[in-house]
């Protein structure tokens, strides 16, 4: 399938039959719609991320991002007329991204397509390749090997994550739905991937980008929950999903009796930056 849009092309890439890919693309379609309500930053942090990455690069950038989405991270590169290539698993994520830009792409081209099937830019063509709350979706060999194929002689991977105030309403509902999941693998923790950078002989720097208050009930975050608008969620079939929401909210009504009352809680964005 091709998009259109300006005098710019947004391909369809390969998408791999894997069990797990297929599960990734529709629990994302499915969404999409309501991504950026559910993960979106406060006002301004787009622009100051994007600020931050383009002062650490050289001059007129290529950047290639994994997992661009619904572009919270991109729309501000985009915008500013930067060369981004984003690519996306998940079809209906890049249509609200498209949307968004109204048909102007500037400088960038959006994919949709499976980055362990190849990124679809040149080989040491790339001064940064950005990965956004997704390196733990990713196969941690095929993954790399298309970033470091990518990227220039002492190129930078960004790897961003969202982190919460461990001792918000949030975080704490979450942690206490995780625990009733497997044990986490290697791929999931990110572990295995750290792990072949360091082999790589990539340095890492830990930065906090940016941070942000917001006002959240204890019973939204519950929602979102039993909703399953979180990847983490998409692991448990039904009955354990219910029996986990369950659970966690039996020990959120002990911790917050008034469960609609919003609490002021703490985010930050956080990048390890690799240099490769």
């Not at 991504?35 to 100051?48: I, K, N, P, Q, S």
């Not at 572009?71 to 060369?83: D, E, K, Q, S, T």
């Not at 968004?100 to 679809?120: A, F, I, M, T, W």
């Not at 448990?236 to 002990?254: G, K, N, S, Y």
């Amino acid at each position: 399938m091709i998009f259109v849009a300006a005098n710019h092309l947004a391909r369809q890439m390969p998408l791999s039959c894997q069990k797990g890919v297929l599960l990734i693309v529709a629990q994302f379609d499915k969404v999409a719609d309501i991504y950026d309500a559910t993960r979106g930053f406060a006002r301004g942090v787009d622009g100051e991320i994007c600020q931050w990455i383009l002062q650490r690069l050289t001059a007129d950038p290529a950047i290639t991002e994994i997992g661009v989405g619904t572009g919270r991270v991109a729309l501000p590169f985009i915008a500013g007329g930067v060369r981004y290539t984003g690519i996306d698993v998940a079809e209906g994520m890049v249509d609200v991204l498209q949307a968004k830009l109204g048909g102007d792409l500037r400088r960038s081209q959006l994919y949709v397509g499976d980055v362990h099937e190849g990124l679809p830019v040149a080989d040491a063509s790339q001064d940064a390749v950005v990965a956004v709350a997704v390196m733990h979706l990713l196969d941690p060999a095929r993954a790399l090997a298309q970033v470091r194929r990518v990227l220039k002689p002492h190129g930078a991977l960004i790897w961003g994550e969202d982190r919460l105030d461990p001792a918000s309403p949030r975080a704490r509902i979450r942690s206490h739905y995780i625990g009733a999941l497997p044990p986490a693998s290697p791929q999931i923790t990110g572990e295995a991937h750290r792990r072949i950078l360091g082999e790589w002989g990539a340095t890492a720097t830990r930065h906090t980008v940016a941070t942000w208050q917001f006002d959240e009930s204890p019973a939204t975050a519950l929602e979102s929950l039993r909703q399953r608008e979180q990847s983490f969620t998409w692991v448990l079939d039904d009955a354990a999903h219910a029996e986990a929401v369950r659970r966690t909210e039996a020990r959120a009504r002990q911790l917050w009796p008034d469960l609609e009352r919003p609490v002021t809680q703490q985010n930050a964005f956080v990048v390890d930056w690799y240099q490769c």
